[in-house]
């Protein structure tokens, strides 16, 4: 049976959330933790996962086993263990070396939107990844992902893009991630029947005010004025 999903988070009992931004519909899976994690509205983490220092955008589907921001050692000191920098742990009085977390924390990972992490991929701090991207299980992304390429291997390289450079562009343009909650149900049908190309045509300068923040604040340029969002068609019953 479908879990019913609402504007309030959805977060397993044994889930671990710290100082993170749950948007609406979304939900966190068992074991899973986050850290100072902003989650975008309609994404969901399946059970243990680590994610710490990220944004994270609308409608992302991240697997079970996924690394994203994972600590690191110090490798050019004469020792890299736990104890260099966790010193309060192992000698009464030291202080753990705050410079080192605070370097992680710098390091934030940004996700787009409509992106999916397969099971187990590890994204390491720093990296970018862009809106429409796809990271194949078991992944080590060690570099920043183009929207809409799928990236596999350790290190993660591209195996291909998901849609031609115009349709991806079109995509950013209309940003279907930003319409609302009402939009969405009225497009249900098409994004379940209608090519990518058939919907962009059905949907061109359909954009709502968030949609035409989004959009310049991601710089895609091309984009026309919005028009009325067509109305979803009644199923007729038999």
Avoid at 28 to 43: I, N, P, Q
Avoid at 75 to 100: K, L, V
Avoid at 203 to 224: D, F
Wanted: net charge positive; hydrophobic share 40%.
């Amino acid at each position: 049976m479908t879990r019913e999903l609402s504007t309030t988070a959805l977060v397993d009992p044994t889930a671990s959330v710290g100082d993170s931004r749950l948007g609406a519909y979304t939900e966190v899976g068992a074991r899973t933790k986050l850290l100072e994690v902003e989650l975008g509205d309609y994404s969901y983490i399946v059970n243990d996962s680590d994610i710490a220092y990220a944004s994270i955008g609308k409608f992302c589907s991240i697997a079970a086993m996924t690394r994203v921001n994972p600590g690191n050692h110090p490798m050019h000191r004469a020792s890299q263990s736990h104890f260099t920098y966790r010193a309060g742990a192992y000698f009464p009085g030291e202080e753990d070396e705050h410079e080192f977390f605070a370097w992680r924390r710098s390091h934030r990972v940004v996700v787009g939107h409509d992106v999916w992490i397969g099971h187990g991929a590890v994204i390491l701090p720093g990296r970018t990844i862009g809106t429409g991207a796809v990271i194949a299980a078991g992944a080590i992304v060690t570099k920043d992902v183009p929207a809409y390429t799928i990236v596999a291997g350790n290190p993660a390289r591209p195996v291909r893009q998901r849609f031609p450079d115009s349709i991806a562009q079109r995509l950013q343009c209309l940003a279907w991630w930003d319409w609302r909650h009402e939009q969405l149900h009225a497009a249900l049908d098409d994004f379940r029947a209608l090519s990518v190309a058939d919907f962009l045509d059905k949907y061109k300068g359909v954009v709502s005010g968030r949609a035409r923040r989004s959009e310049l604040a991601a710089g895609v340029q091309g984009c026309r004025p919005g028009r009325s969002f067509p109305r979803r068609r009644q199923r007729q019953s038999a």
